[in-house]
């Protein structure tokens, strides 16, 4: 009974807000939009019966001066809802406290647009970004609309700026695509797009040469009012949308009859989307453009913005993490831990991590989800690294690589290349770049009849008789032994240093066994580099002991063998170098704190390409890493290398991953959906 009254208690308000005779009140943000907010309420009392009880009968349109005086109207209870662009979205839910309920879907994803002269709404402490702008000013404030976000500055919107650029006024504008497709022939011979990469395009190559997709517009209200602007917005639809009953009477996604362009929605709008109560503003505008804005100090700025939140994925990455932060004499740097690089890629990409460490697989999901590289591990002395030289990869001809081996007892004369199947395998983990990516072109994706298993996620499943892939399920989880102090289910086969035969030492450990003999592998796939050095640690750490390099042998690709030092000649393929990633717009904040962090670890008992103290191996960097490389404008697929590039396309078109899932699900996807 108490809940009944709660809901009451809430509900009441709302409907009494109409039910008394008070009208749903539109903002609108010229005189044009006003006369479309006019003919859409006397449409409204037309179409619906005159014994109708339907509150939406009486409409009334608030003219306000500009956005922001629309986002204020609304919270000061002076109008109920407006729909509008991104960025103010993003202001009236965080700085405004309103609520998103709605919006608008278009057949193309949209662009934000911005102008390098006149920015609308950029107000007047920035005078040259509104020197160009042509709205009347006025001393008289609700007479001024010079560089203001409203239809009384010709430069307002899209269309603005690219009227502004038609007028001769300006070298470049920065439209959506809807004004482009809107183009005439003469202006499509007369202009042309500018691309990311430095060359041109014609207008109509706007799908291939754009600065992005952009999450569009939506309807914002407050918090009290969702229930009745969305059903509202459900009636205009059903009555004037693309399909309404009532369309002849009314085109809710029309302006020409109006003469004007984009008036209380785009023109371009399909439908209206109605979203639930508890939509995260990241759901409706992306959490790239919600970063983004984020990034740029939308919110103001604050602490956040100068430290430096670097993910770790193991007790034994934040103990080394916060060492790092007490020896780093640079911006601020805190720890922020997860439970896999997979889970790092999520935080960075939600703004709650900024920079990871990532394997060159990882690092391809990275820029699946839209991350930007920062720097490359080097693995040899002559690559270290100046701040003045970002495009050093240049120089040396590309970062040497590491090897992905296959190493065997001495001892079990039993496997070679040939003879993998149904033996119990070690990985360092799932989607490891050389003992799982690579591999597959020796094993599932190289089958005796020829065929080519293209899900590798269940190919070695049925390859393998069992074995440890850290980060697997089913029979590769069957030899990993977890950790000793932590709950079995939760440390067994994880993707990280929780699990002790993770990694290339964990795999090395995985090979010889549990330190009782136990649960062990016939073969490890892993990298070559510290191999030596980590089969000395084994012995020093009370792992194992009596074993030396002489106690291994590689597999070779042609079904012999090799001593463990002839991994140059016997390998499976060569290992792109591990990648540091971070927000395109943390790019520059990262890579300084880097150089200066490698700079003052020259003089500092701290090293941080070191890890075997700290009671295991390539924590947060690998241990082999000399310096790190500044990639500059390099994108991924240039510093992984075409080849391991078109290697990981081609398993992922039919290998699911549910981290290239969680990236593709942006509103720029959704709002393409009719």
Known sequence: MKSFLVAVLLVVPVVAHLASGKKLRWCTLSPLEQKKCSELSKALLSALSPVSSSPFKRVSCILAHNTYDCINKIRENKADAVSLDAGDVYSAVKLYGLTVVGKEIYLGAISGYFNASCIPGIGATYPKLCALCQGPKSYIWDKNHFCEASHREPFYGSEGAFRCLKLGLAEVAFVDHLTVMSATDLEQEEYELLCPDGSTAPLMAYSTCNLGNGPGRAIVTRHNLQKIVKKFLQVIQHLFGIRGKEKARFELFASAPFRGRDL???????????????????????????????????????????????????????????????????????????????????????????????????????????????????????????????????????????????????????????????????????????????????????????????????????????????????????????????????????????????????????????????????????????????????????????????????????????????????????????????????????????????????????????????????LLFKDATQGLIFTGQLDFKSILGQSFFQLAQSVFSCTSAGILDFCELDTCTSSTQP
């Open 264 to 618: 209380l929605f785009l023109d371009a709008t399909q439908h209206l989307q109605l979203l639930g109560e508890e939509t995260k503003i990241s759901q409706v505008l992306g959490l790239d453009y919600v970063t983004l804005l984020q990034g740029l100090g939308h919110e103001g700025s604050s602490l956040s913005n100068s430290l430096v939140r670097w993910c770790c994925i193991s007790d034994l990455e934040l103990r080394k993490c916060e060492e790092w932060a007490l020896n780093v004499r640079t911006d601020p740097l805190v720890c922020v831990q997860a439970d896999s690089m997979i889970s790092c890629i999520e935080l960075i990409k939600k703004n709650e991590a900024d920079a990871v460490t990532l394997d060159a697989t990882h690092a391809y999901f990275a820029e699946t989800c839209a991350l930007a590289p920062v720097a490359a591990e080097c693995y040899r002395e002559e690559c270290a690294p100046t701040r003045e030289e970002p495009d050093l990869l240049t120089h040396v001809g590309g970062l040497p690589p590491l090897y992905s081996v296959a190493l065997v007892r001495k001892a079990n004369q039993q496997v070679n290349r040939y003879a993998l199947r149904r033996k119990r395998s070690c990985h360092s983990h799932v989607y490891s770049p050389g003992g799982w990516l690579l591999l597959s072109q020796y094993t599932v994706g190289a089958l005796e009849n020829g065929s080519s298993a293209c899900n590798l996620t269940s190919a070695y499943q049925n390859f393998f008789w069992k074995g440890c892939m850290p980060g697997a399920s089913g029979n590769l989880c069957k030899v990993c032994i977890g950790q000793e102090g932590r709950v079995k289910g939760s440390s067994k086969c994880a993707a990280n240093h929780h699990e002790r035969y993770y990694g290339n030492l964990g795999a090395l450990r995985c090979l010889l066994g549990d330190p009782t003999g136990r649960s062990f592998g016939d073969v490890a796939l892993l990298e070559h580099h510290n191999l030596l050095q980590n089969i000395e640690f084994l012995t020093s750490s009370g792992w194992a002991t009596g074993y030396s390099p002489g106690d291994f042998e590689l597999l070779c690709p042609d079904g012999s063998r090799a001593a463990i030092t002839a991994w140059r000649t016997c390998n499976l393929g060569c290992v792109p170098p591990s990648v540091v990633v971070t927000r395109p717009v943390t790019v520059t904040k990262v890579q300084d704190f880097l150089a200066k962090a490698q700079e003052s670890s020259k003089n500092s008992r701290f090293q941080v390409f070191e890890s075997l103290r700290y009671g295991g191996s390539d």
